[in-house]
């Protein structure tokens, strides 16, 4: 092929594109790389600053799965704040204060309740407040026949961090509408 000056024009114009698109390419990896380390430093430095992570959100329920499965209404009770707001799954009373939501635990843990996630969205609010909200089933066990049944609910957890413990200020879980 003869190489004419317009033939050379157009192969150094196919290297030069070939080339930038590399480059682009390049920057672009670089970038999400950069992206990728940008947010695992900015996780690392909010629980520096004691904001709280999605899997520290994520593991409160797994700590008040772990008090319902001890059969104990009071443990269940102290990860609620004084002045939490229970709206229960099997209860049509709204529960306001402590002794509320002890004497609601203390019929529904008859039932050997165990929770189990199945899917969660997770809203860090600041420092001291989140929102783990979604579906969970909850099986739920007879006390009079020992069958056990699951049930599915929604579910949304509201959390402030009070003297430094997470605690539940609101709690709604209710029947999955079928």
């Known amino acids: 092929m003869k190489r004419t000056p317009r033939t050379r024009a157009v192969l150094a114009g196919?290297?030069?594109?070939?080339?930038?698109?590399?480059l682009v390419?390049?920057?672009?990896?670089?970038?999400?790389?950069?992206?990728?380390h940008r947010q695992v430093r900015a996780g690392a430095k909010d629980q520096r600053r004691g904001k709280a992570t999605e899997r520290e959100i994520a593991g409160l329920?797994?700590?008040?799965?772990?008090?319902?499965?001890?059969?104990d209404p009071e443990r269940?009770?102290?990860?609620?704040?004084?002045?939490?707001?229970?709206?229960?799954?099997a209860s049509p009373r709204i529960r306001t204060d402590h002794a509320e939501i002890a004497d609601y635990f203390a019929h529904f843990l008859?039932?050997?309740?165990?929770?189990?996630?199945i899917r969660t969205e997770i809203n860090i609010l600041d420092?001291?407040?989140?929102i783990d909200a979604g579906l969970y089933r909850l099986h739920l066990t007879d006390p009079k026949t020992g069958v056990t049944k699951p049930v599915d609910?929604?579910?949304?957890?509201?959390?402030?961090?009070?003297?430094?413990?997470?605690?539940?200020?609101?709690?709604?879980?209710?029947?999955?509408p079928v």
């Open 14 to 22: 196919g290297l030069a594109v070939a080339a930038l698109g590399t």
């Open 25 to 36: 390419a390049g920057v672009g990896v670089a970038q999400a790389d950069e992206e990728d």
């Open 61 to 71: 329920f797994d700590r008040w799965n772990a008090a319902l499965r001890s059969g």
């Open 76 to 89: 269940v009770t102290d990860l609620y704040a004084e002045d939490a707001v229970l709206l229960p799954t």
């Open 110 to 117: 008859q039932k050997k309740p165990r929770g189990e996630k």
């Open 127 to 130: 420092a001291d407040s989140a």
């Open 153 to 176: 609910a929604r579910y949304t957890y509201v959390y402030e961090k009070r003297d430094g413990r997470w605690l539940i200020v609101n709690h709604h879980s209710s029947v999955l």
